[in-house]
C-alpha cells in the first residue's frame, strides 16, 4: 500500500513538472508580448497610415480652399512657393506627431504572461504540498525544527516548519500572479534562488542535526527542478512585457 502511494506521488510530480515545461517551451508567447499587450515605441502602421492620409486629404483641401480664395488676385511665384512650403511643414509636424504617439500599454492577463502564469501555477502546487503535509508532518514525532518528521505520499521528507515554508511561498506565488507582470518575475527570481539554496542545504546536510526542515533527496529534487524552472522564466519571459510596462511608468 505505501508504495502505491509512493508511487502515486512521484507520478503526479512527474505530471506536474511535465506540463509546466511543456507549457513554458511549447507556448508562442514565451519571451514576447502577450496578446493584450502592445509594447512601446511600436506605432500602429495601420493608425500611421491612416492618420497621414487624413492629414493629407486635409492639407489638399486647405491648399485647394487657399488657392480658390486667391484665384481673383494676383499672386506671385514666391507666395505658392511660401504656400507650398507651409503645407509640407504642416504634413511632417502631424506625421512626427502621430510617430512619437505611444500606444497604451495593459497588464497581461494570467494567460498572457509566462511568469504570472507559472507564480499561479507553482503557488497552488506548494498549496497543495504545503496544507496536505501539515497532516502529515507529525507521523515522526518531532518537533517544529526536527531532523524526524513524517512523509508526504511516503515520498517527501516534512516537518512542519518545511510545510510552513510551502505554505509562505504559496501565498507569495498567489499574490504576485494575481498582481502583475513585474512583481511575479521578480518574486520567481528570488524564490528560485532561494530553493535552490535549500535543495542544496538539504544535499549537504539530510543526515544531519542541521537539517531542520527533514529533507531528504526527494525534497531537494523537487527543489532543484521548480527552481530551475522559476530561474528560467524569470531570466527568458516577459522581456517585451516588462519593457513596455516599465517605460509606460517612466512616461507616467
Same mark, same amino acid.
Given at each position: ?14 505530471? %506536474? ?110 498549496? %497543495? ?45 498567489? %499574490? ?77
Amino acid at each position: 500500500m505505501r508504495s502505491g502511494v509512493r508511487v502515486t506521488g512521484i507520478v503526479l510530480l512527474g505530471v %506536474i513538472v511535465v506540463g509546466v515545461v511543456f507549457r513554458l517551451l511549447s507556448g508562442k508567447r514565451f519571451g514576447r508580448s502577450g496578446s493584450d499587450t502592445i509594447p512601446l515605441g511600436r506605432p500602429s502602421g495601420a493608425g500611421n497610415a491612416g492618420l497621414r492620409s487624413k492629414a493629407t486629404a486635409v492639407l489638399q483641401q486647405v491648399s485647394g480652399q487657399r488657392d480658390t480664395g486667391r484665384s481673383g488676385t494676383g499672386t506671385t511665384a514666391a507666395d505658392s512657393v511660401r504656400e507650398r512650403r507651409d503645407d509640407g511643414q504642416s504634413y511632417n509636424a502631424i506625421v512626427a506627431q502621430d510617430e512619437e504617439t505611444q500606444v497604451a500599454v495593459k497588464e497581461p492577463s494570467i494567460t498572457a504572461s509566462p511568469n504570472r502564469g507559472l507564480a499561479m501555477t507553482a503557488g497552488m502546487l506548494f498549496a %497543495i504540498w504545503g496544507i496536505l503535509g501539515f497532516f502529515f508532518a507529525q507521523d515522526g514525532g518531532g518537533a517544529f525544527f526536527s531532523r524526524s518528521g513524517g512523509f508526504l505520499w511516503n515520498s517527501f521528507g516534512l516537518n512542519p516548519a518545511l510545510c510552513g515554508l510551502w505554505t509562505i511561498l504559496a501565498a507569495a506565488f498567489f %499574490i504576485v500572479g494575481l498582481g502583475n507582470t513585474i512583481g511575479s518575475r521578480t518574486v520567481n527570481l528570488v524564490i528560485g534562488v532561494v530553493l535552490l539554496v535549500l535543495a542544496v542545504y538539504g544535499f549537504v546536510f539530510s543526515n544531519t542535526s542541521a537539517n531542520v526542515f527533514a529533507l531528504n533527496t526527494t525534497d531537494n529534487v523537487f527543489h532543484v527542478i521548480v527552481a530551475v524552472v522559476l530561474l528560467l522564466t524569470a531570466l527568458g519571459a516577459d522581456k517585451e512585457n516588462i519593457r513596455a510596462l516599465r517605460a509606460a511608468g517612466a512616461r507616467a
